[in-house]
Nanobody, 124 residues
Framework: QVQLVESGGGLVQAGGSLRLSCAAS????????MGWFRQAPGKEREFVAA????????YYTDSLKGRFTISRDNSKNTVYLQMNSLKPEDTAVYYC?????????????????WGQGTQVTVSS
């Protein structure tokens, strides 16, 4: 069992930055790939980024490459999402998730555990 708790969301002006954190419980964090997803009001949940268990491999949705960076610190059981040059369309609830699958990437169905989400609001 892995419990995930996101933090770092909030209200930011367009062009600003935020860093989201996702703290995981349990001793097996380093065996899970981790992902970030987001869901805007009235829209489906979408993939943002993912990182392998070792941290050596990362994946991003094409539209966010260059603005968002995923990283992890296995010694702290934490995964991060650095978000720069934020836009109003980035407004959403951001969720972190853990996957034990080998082909996790952007497939939300392959993630075993989910956090409760943190709200990010970008004002224009």
């Amino acid at each position: 069992q892995v419990q995930l708790v996101e933090s770092g969301g909030g209200l930011v002006q367009a062009g600003g930055s935020l860093r989201l954190s996702c703290a995981a419980s349990g001793r097996t964090f380093s065996s899970y790939a981790m992902g970030w997803f987001r869901q805007a009001p009235g829209k489906e949940r979408e993939f943002v980024a993912a990182i392998s268990s070792s941290g050596r491999t990362t994946y991003y949705t094409d539209s966010l490459k260059g603005r968002f960076t995923i990283s992890r610190d296995n010694s702290k059981n934490t995964v991060y999402l650095q978000m720069n040059s934020l836009k109003p369309e980035d407004t959403a609830v951001y969720y972190c998730a853990a996957s034990s699958a080998t082909n996790y990437r952007d497939r939300s169905s392959l993630y075993d555990y989910w956090g409760q989400g943190t709200q990010v609001t970008v004002s224009s």
